[in-house]
């Protein structure tokens, strides 16, 4: 579709969470249809996880973005789908690809949100292809389970905190679940979350830098739970590492079902969003130091020190490769 005006960030760019969401329609709407090709219960796919992916290039206004998914491996109970966001601008004709994203589904019976079906296989054109599948799998499975058992932070307002702090530029944002938000289960649909998710954390790296900001790239997005309809939910940003020219924002959502409802507030999602600052032209600039005053924001910074030099270096071996 043709980007709107009011598709547009302070930058004057489209909003990541934008594209986030356009990525998520486009592999929920595969994953169902896949689900859905052999003769059973109804069921529609549900989003449980988005890899890290990278914003390339950014889209602008005027331009329209083609959005295209593919299944490139499935489990018993899971669909893995590869999406790919190519901008066009039609005036010139000139197109490049913006946005890859790997994400993962599971379906869900219209007449029970609570069974998971069986999810029909597809056909692989070598053996390789599902092997290295498989392996994807298992790896993100793991690390949902390892990212769900350490979520149990939440972000309480500080009084007068320091300039360039955590508690500075922290920010939440709270959110009633009405039924445009939500798929025909009456739960969340998964890109209208990271859209309110990319929103909170473009808040607390403006609040930081006190520039223009735009999302570099998301590191893995684990959806823990459902968020039901009549649901109130709060989604919570901090800083957890700054480098010289980027930020790591750390993004949780947090449910309250009291609608008809008794149960607990609980962790719904969880993911790492990275920002870098931009001058008026457009230019990359230097990143305030994140000061960090507690032991955890201090752990919290090297891991995110860790996680950022990881990338890093996987970066370079890539580039390396390339060349060669």
Not at 177 to 187: A, E, I, K, M
Request: proline residues 5%; glycine residues 6%.
């Amino acid at each position: 579709r043709i980007m709107r005006p009011d598709d547009a960030n302070v930058a004057g760019n489209v909003h990541g969470g934008t594209i986030l969401k356009m990525i998520e329609e486009a592999g929920a709407i595969i994953s169902t249809r896949h689900c859905n090709s052999q003769a059973g219960e109804p069921c529609v796919a549900a989003l449980a996880r988005v890899e890290r992916t990278d914003f390339l290039s950014p889209v602008c206004i005027g331009e329209v973005a083609n959005v295209s998914a593919e299944i490139t491996y499935t489990s018993r109970h899971s669909v893995e789908v590869q999406v790919n966001v190519m901008s066009e601008n039609i005036l010139t004709g000139a197109k490049k690809v913006t946005n890859k994203a790997t994400l993962w589904y599971v379906p869900l019976s219209l007449k029970n949100v609570n069974k998971v079906l069986e999810v029909p296989p597809i056909q692989y054109a070598r053996k390789e292809q599902e092997d290295e599948g498989k392996k994807r799998y298992e790896e993100q499975k793991l690390d949902r389970l390892e990212t769900k058992q350490r979520n149990g932070d939440v972000i309480f307002p500080v009084i007068n905190p320091e300039p360039h702090t955590v508690s500075y530029s922290q920010s939440s944002l709270i959110h009633l679940v009405g039924p445009s938000d939500c798929t025909l289960l009456g739960f969340v649909h998964g890109g209208v979350t990271m859209k309110l998710m990319d929103e909170v954390a473009g808040i607390v790296a403006a609040r930081h830098c006190k520039t223009n900001i735009v999302t570099a790239s998301v590191d893995a997005i684990n959806f823990h739970e459902k968020i039901k309809k009549g649901s109130v939910i709060t989604i919570s940003g901090r800083m957890t590492f700054t480098s010289n020219k980027s930020m790591e924002i750390e993004v949780f959502v947090d449910a309250d079902p009291f609608v008809d409802e008794p149960r607990e507030r609980y962790r719904a999602v969880s993911a790492f969003f990275t920002y870098v600052s931009l001058s008026k032209e457009g230019k990359p600039l230097p990143v305030p130091q994140l000061l960090t005053e507690t032991e955890d924001e201090k752990r919290r910074f090297e891991e995110g020190k860790g996680r950022y030099l990881q990338t890093k270096a996987k970066r370079q071996a890539q580039m390396q490769q390339a060349a060669q």
